[in-house]
C-alpha cells in the first residue's frame, strides 16, 4: 500500500468510461493507491464499475474502490487523473476533439480543485497536451502540479516494436517518442540505445539491424497505432490505462522517475508558450524537471513543428 507523507494515498478518476475503469484496474493490481475513487456523471455506471472492482479486492494490495456521481468523492485526492470526455471516432484525430474537451474542462478543473485543492492533477482525455494547457490555466496551479500521460503511451509503443524488430527485452529499450501524443509526434532516434549500446549500432548475431526504412516504418506504426486499435474494436484502454498508473505511481510514491509525460516547457523560448511530452523527472510534485535531452538537427525541426502544430489548436480555443 502506497504510503504518502504519513498518510494512505487517494488517487480520483473522473470518467469511468473504458479508459476511467482500465486505469482504476491497473492502479489496483499495482498497488498504486489506498483508495481509488472513481467519478462520473452517471451514476449507474460509476456504481457498476466500482462493484466490478471492488469484487477482485481480495486479489490485489489492500485497497479500497470508492464511486459516485458525485464530486465529492474525489475529496482530499492526493492524484486526480481526468479521463472524461468525447473519444475519437474512425477517421477523428485527437485535436479534433479539442473544442469539446476543453469545455468540459472548463466546468470539471474548478470543482475538483475545490475538494483536493492539493491534488497533482494528470490528465488523459484527447488531445492531452491541449487539455493539459487548458487544465493549467483553468486551475492556476504552478505548473509542476498539472501534467498529461503525454508520449508515455506512444514511448511504450516504440519499445515494443523496438524490442520485437532486434530481438531484446522490452523493458532494455531505452527509446523515447517525444512531442505531441498525436499525429506529430516522433521518436529520438538519435538517443535511443539498448543496454548502453547505441541503438544505431546494435545489431545480435542472426538479427536483422534497424536501418532507417525500419526507423521510418516504427515510426508510422507508433503513430498510426491507436488509429488501428480504434477501427477494431472503438476505443484503446489497456495500454493506455498501464500507462496512466505508471505516471500516478511515480507521484504517489514519490520516485523521480524519467516519463516522457506532458508538460509546460519553459526553457525551450523558441517553441512558445505550449504543453508537450519531453522525457522529465516526476515525483511527488509532479513534473520536477524537463531533461535537457540531445536532439540531431532534424529532431529539433521536428520537435518545434509538433509545438506548432499544438499551439494553433490551444491558441484558438484558450
Ligand atoms: C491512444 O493513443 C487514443 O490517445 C489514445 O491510445
Avoid at 489492500?62 to 464511486?67: E, K
Wanted: proline content about 4%; some cysteine.
Amino acid at each position: 500500500v502506497a504510503e504518502l507523507s504519513g498518510h494512505l494515498a487517494k488517487v480520483a478518476i473522473v470518467g469511468a468510461g473504458s479508459v476511467g475503469a482500465t486505469l482504476a484496474y491497473a492502479c489496483l493490481i499495482r498497488g498504486v493507491a489506498h483508495t481509488v475513487a472513481l467519478y462520473d456523471i452517471s451514476a449507474s455506471k460509476v456504481e457498476a464499475e466500482v462493484l466490478d472492482l471492488r469484487h477482485g479486492l481480495q486479489f490485489v494490495p489492500r485497497a479500497d474502490v470508492v464511486g459516485s456521481d458525485d464530486v465529492s468523492v474525489c475529496a482530499g485526492a492526493d492524484v486526480i487523473a481526468v479521463t472524461a470526455g468525447a473519444k475519437q471516432r474512425p477517421g477523428q484525430t485527437r485535436l479534433d476533439l479539442a473544442a469539446t474537451n476543453v469545455d468540459l474542462c472548463r466546468q470539471l478543473i474548478p470543482r475538483l480543485l475545490e475538494v483536493a485543492p492539493d491534488a497533482v492533477i494528470v490528465m488523459v482525455t484527447n488531445p492531452v497536451d491541449v487539455l493539459t494547457l487548458a487544465a493549467l490555466q483553468l486551475s492556476a496551479l504552478p505548473p509542476q502540479r498539472v501534467l498529461g500521460t503525454g508520449t508515455v503511451l506512444d514511448s511504450s509503443r516504440l519499445r515494443d516494436l523496438v524490442a520485437r524488430h532486434v530481438g531484446v527485452a522490452v523493458q532494455n529499450v531505452h527509446a523515447f517518442v517525444v512531442g505531441e501524443h498525436g499525429d506529430s509526434e516522433f521518436p529520438l532516434w538519435s538517443s535511443a540505445s539498448v543496454g548502453s549500446v547505441p541503438l544505431r549500432q546494435f545489431s545480435l548475431a542472426g538479427r536483422p539491424a534497424l536501418g532507417p526504412e525500419d526507423e521510418q516504418r516504427i515510426a508510422h506504426e507508433v503513430v498510426t497505432a491507436a488509429e488501428r486499435i480504434i477501427r477494431g474494436k472503438g476505443a484503446t484502454n489497456y495500454a493506455i490505462g498501464l500507462a496512466g498508473a505508471r505516471v500516478i505511481e511515480a507521484i504517489i510514491k514519490d520516485e523521480n522517475r524519467v516519463l516522457p509525460v506532458t508538460s509546460l516547457l519553459s526553457g525551450h523560448d523558441d517553441l512558445g508558450q505550449v504543453c508537450l511530452s519531453l522525457p522529465a523527472v516526476v515525483n511527488r510534485s509532479g513534473v520536477q524537471a524537463v531533461l535537457d535531452v540531445s536532439m540531431s538537427e532534424e529532431e529539433r525541426d521536428l520537435l518545434s513543428r509538433s509545438a506548432a502544430a499544438v499551439r494553433a489548436v490551444a491558441e484558438s480555443l484558450l
